[in-house]
């Protein structure tokens, strides 16, 4: 089944998509996370992305998916299954891990859903070009929050909201 018909979903907004989803009981109860991806040099490349061919990978400046107390990732812009055991995941999105330089490696920030669900807005302004158009169509529901908060997620130097780890911080705390 097509996430779009299942969840509330809006390619190239996973933000929103993640934060929704922390609405959804089977995703957000118990110890769930919205996990933040991103890199130093804000270009970070993934694979088995739908917005893609499947033989291709983006290059995201951030991603965003939840990961479940069940240690399951609930990516809705994946290829590879919803939601999908988060090693599973993290292979199939990042097959080429070990090929990355450092400035390429991904940064994942673990914030509670509870605390994203209360603390996160976006204004889309960040969807926006210089002119005031769209850079790929918004969701048809209201903005989140008030104003405009997304830099505090997304930047991989930043102390806090949540937990940063890198690479192998998130696979010694995934088992």
């Known amino acids: 089944m097509n996430p779009a018909q299942r969840f509330r ?12 989803l922390c609405h959804e009981q089977e ?9 933040f991806i991103t890199n130093p040099s804000g270009h970070c490349p993934v694979a088995a992305q739908r917005a893609v061919a499947p033989d291709r990978l983006i290059w995201w400046d951030y991603h965003v998916v939840v990961l479940d107390a069940a240690q399951r ?3 809705l ?12 995941w ?10 990355l330089s450092d400035d390429l490696r991904p940064s994942f920030r673990l914030i509670p ?7 996160f807005a976006s204004d889309r302004g960040h969807m926006r070009d ?46």
């Open 9 to 20: 979903y809006q390619p190239f907004y996973c933000e929103e998509n993640a934060w929704w």
């Open 27 to 35: 995703v957000s109860a118990g110890d769930a996370h919205v996990v």
């Open 73 to 75: 990732i609930w990516d």
């Open 77 to 88: 812009d994946t290829r590879l299954g919803l939601p999908l055991p988060a090693a599973d």
């Open 90 to 99: 993290l292979v199939g999105s990042f097959p080429f891990f070990d090929h």
């Open 113 to 119: 859903c509870a605390d994203y669900r209360r603390d």
């Open 130 to 175: 210089a002119d005031g158009g769209w850079l790929h169509s918004p969701p048809p529901w209201p903005t989140i929050g008030t104003g405009m908060n997304l830099a505090r997620y997304r930047h991989p130097s930043a102390d806090e909201p949540g937990e940063l780890l890198d690479w192998q911080g998130l696979r010694q705390r995934l088992g």
